[in-house]
């Protein structure tokens, strides 16, 4: 016997708004019943889990011990600026001037997250 991951859940003080962020970085739709003001809130991926946004009281106060790492379908440099541009922020830039690395980022409400090299990025340092 095993156990299928169904969702990975995110507390967050706005699900609304987090969950529409991660819409977004995602590039998925929130659940069809899903309205501003609502405390759970759904991302359903393609190919994957559901990010879901699960509205709680207490403020976000250490660094996660879980996180996110994205793969994007552009550069990881065109995607970490996309990030910036939606409202995420850069923690800690952990790129190198060879194209290897990755970026680590936090979402509108501090959560990070990591950006790394997409498949033409990886496909470009090991020629």
Known sequence: MVSVLQNVAIDCADAYRLASFWSEVTGRPLGPDDRPGDHEIQVVLADGPALYFNQVPEAKTVKNRLHLCLRPDTTRDQEVARLLDLGASLVADRRHPDGTGWAVLADPEGNEFCVL??????AATTS
């Open 117 to 122: 090299r997409s498949v033409a990025d990886r």
